[in-house]
């Protein structure tokens, strides 16, 4: 009876001790380390949204979970990107989009990103229009609208659909990719936005005026990737298309497939080209007295005689780009202008 005792005496003695060894064990990492506070939790609320403003939102508002400090900071986050790639099915991601609207605090948003990839017959144009309506309501500067299928192609959507009202629009940029741009867009002209990016956009034109920038007055950057001409009368087919700007710094026009251009942008420093020399277009006037640099990149083709397109439109551009401090030639352009035994100025 002793001898049990005693057993249960050193275990409890060498439980004691063990304990003791791993409080110490404790106070020398806390004496090593500073302190055990959790000072992530503690961090102001500008800090904490600076941070999460660096993820999309459904990746925000899991991170917010971590910390029951941070339970409703997503909600004031000034960056909402929205995307439909980490959902398991398009109507998933519909629903969490109308729950993150309705729930996120009546705060400014200085960014707004929204992709959404699914089938025509997934895709509610209904729910493309509160997207946007949310973000010319709450002050968005940058909005960036990606629609589409998921493999190349557009649904259709149009832009009058979306932008319903604008009467409150402060954007200063604006990226559209698979859009159809119809009349409202050109009308409107956005009076305080300096940075447009189309991308893969038919641009449709359903006034006599094809100078549809002279509407833009404070624009200095113009991206064009992809964008064609849509249902343009017969009479108005052989008119150009004008590029005017007199704020314009910046242009990019890659395979944009318009057969007339002019560009009238006295402020432009920096001009970029890129096409096959079937999607290049003519340049009827180029009026650049500023231009810094410029990059042209065009590819031939094979099934197609360029040879005459050489000789009369891209050597003349070329020569209305001589006042450039610089001028870039894609290796492929230089065969082009080679192949033909004309030499670059």
């Known amino acids: 009876m002793n001898h049990n005792r005693t057993g249960w005496e050193l275990g409890k003695a060498w439980k004691r001790l063990h304990e003791e060894e791993e409080e110490e064990e404790e106070e020398e990492e806390e004496t090593s380390t500073g302190s055990t506070t959790d000072r992530i939790s503690n961090l102001p609320e500008p800090i904490i949204c600076h941070i999460l403003s660096f993820l999309d939102i459904q990746s925000a508002v899991q991170t917010c979970v971590l910390s029951r400090a941070w339970r409703s900071a997503w909600k004031h986050v000034p960056v909402l990107d929205l995307r439909s790639e980490s959902f398991r099915d398009y109507p998933s991601f519909q629903r969490f989009v109308d729950r993150i609207l309705s729930l996120r605090y009546p705060v400014s948003v200085q960014k707004m990103t929204y992709i959404a990839h699914g089938n025509r017959t997934e895709q509610d144009d209904s729910q493309f229009g509160r997207v946007v309506e949310y973000a010319l309501h709450h002050d968005t500067q940058h909005l960036a609208f990606y629609v589409g299928d998921g493999i190349g192609y557009g649904i259709g959507c149009r832009f009058s659909n979306l932008f319903g009202s604008m009467s409150n629009c402060n954007l200063r940029t604006l990226e559209l990719c698979w859009v159809t741009i119809d009349g409202r867009f ?77 560009i009238v942008a006295p402020k432009l420093k920096s001009l970029y080209l890129r096409g096959g020399v079937e999607q290049c277009s003519v340049f009827s006037e180029l009026t650049l007295p500023s231009l810094v640099h410029a990059d042209v990149l065009v590819y031939p083709a094979s099934i197609f005689n360029h040879e005459r397109f050489v000789e009369r439109h891209l050597f003349s551009l070329f020569q209305a780009l001589g006042n450039a401090n610089s001028l870039t030639l894609g290796s492929n352009t230089i065969k082009v202008c080679f192949g033909f035994n004309i030499v670059a100025f």
């Open 186 to 262: 050109w009308s409107f002209g956005f009076p305080r936005l300096n940075t447009l990016v189309l991308d893969w956009c038919p641009l449709s034109f359903e006034q006599e005026d094809l100078d549809p920038f002279s509407n833009f007055p404070c624009l200095q950057s113009l991206s064009l990737t992809s964008c064609h001409p849509k249902k343009v009368p017969r009479h108005m087919r052989e008119r150009s298309f004008k590029i005017s700007g007199l704020e314009l710094l910046s242009l990019r026009l890659e395979s944009t497939e318009f057969h007339k251009v002019e």
